[in-house]
């Protein structure tokens, strides 16, 4: 196992909900990369945090933001949450923000109603 | 154009059977390049690092061209745990101050006895 954990494991929302996933990282790493993987297709990009800092986005609205805690752990929230939100939220540590070696934890299915 | 794009498959062999996958990539500053599996509804985890010398994993060969832009995975003597999707993946981090993955949408393999 990597040592990542995420919570919860499944969860469902309604349209314009908010929702917060949560993520700890392996230990010893200090970087926080988050991945929303649709049915059918691989993991994108979200962003990454790298000590407590956003240090990268990818092509994602601002109803997604995330933080990250003095302990590496790290937080993704979505607002206003719309149907294609419902997906496999994954996070994936590393021991630096240009690492190659990312350990991803099992994902947060997110289901929209 | 998607970033990493990788043959969809579904691909289903027998047990023994030898197959390849081949991926191809469109940014040229990609710095590292990687074969993720996926099991059904889990994380991806990390199969094998691709290295223009090409490596080899006991039944599993990977394969980098950057003139070509190419990446392949043979997989010999297929097994029924081999059953899964394949990840092509670029580390993609030139000019920017994080490392992010870029997946192409994965190819299906089933093995079947």
């Known amino acids: 196992e990597t040592g990542v954990t995420q919570s919860p494991t499944h969860l469902i929302k309604t349209r314009g909900q908010q929702v917060t996933l949560r993520c700890s990282s392996q230990?010893?790493?200090?970087?926080v990369s988050w991945y929303q993987q649709a049915l059918g297709q691989g993991p994108q990009f979200i962003f990454q945090?790298?000590?407590?800092?956003?240090?990268g986005r990818g092509n994602f609205p601002p109803r997604f933001s995330g933080l990250q805690f003095p302990n590496y752990s790290s937080e993704l929230n979505v607002n206003a949450l719309e149907l294609d939100d419902s997906a496999l939220y994954l996070c994936?540590?590393?021991?630096?923000?240009?690492?190659?070696?990312?350990?991803f934890g099992p994902g947060t299915r997110l289901t929209v109603l | 154009r998607k970033e990493v794009e990788q043959d969809p498959g579904p691909f289903n062999v027998p047990e023994g059977a030898t197959v390849a996958f081949n991926c191809t990539y469109s940014n040229s500053a990609s710095q590292s390049f990687f074969w993720y599996r996926q099991d059904c509804r889990k994380e991806p985890k990390l199969l094998m690092s691709v290295y223009s010398s090409g490596n080899e994993d006991g039944r599993f060969t990977a394969q980098l061209n950057r003139a070509s832009q190419y990446i392949s995975l043979l997989i010999r003597d297929s097994k029924l745990s081999d059953s899964a999707t394949y990840l092509c993946v670029a580390l993609n981090a030139g000019g920017t101050s994080y490392g992010k993955l870029t997946f192409g949408q994965g190819t299906i393999l089933t093995v079947h006895p």
């Open positions: 945090y790298y000590r407590e800092e956003e240090n």
């Open positions: 994936a540590s590393s021991s630096g923000q240009l690492s190659d070696t990312q350990y």
């Open positions: 230990s010893g790493h200090n970087t």
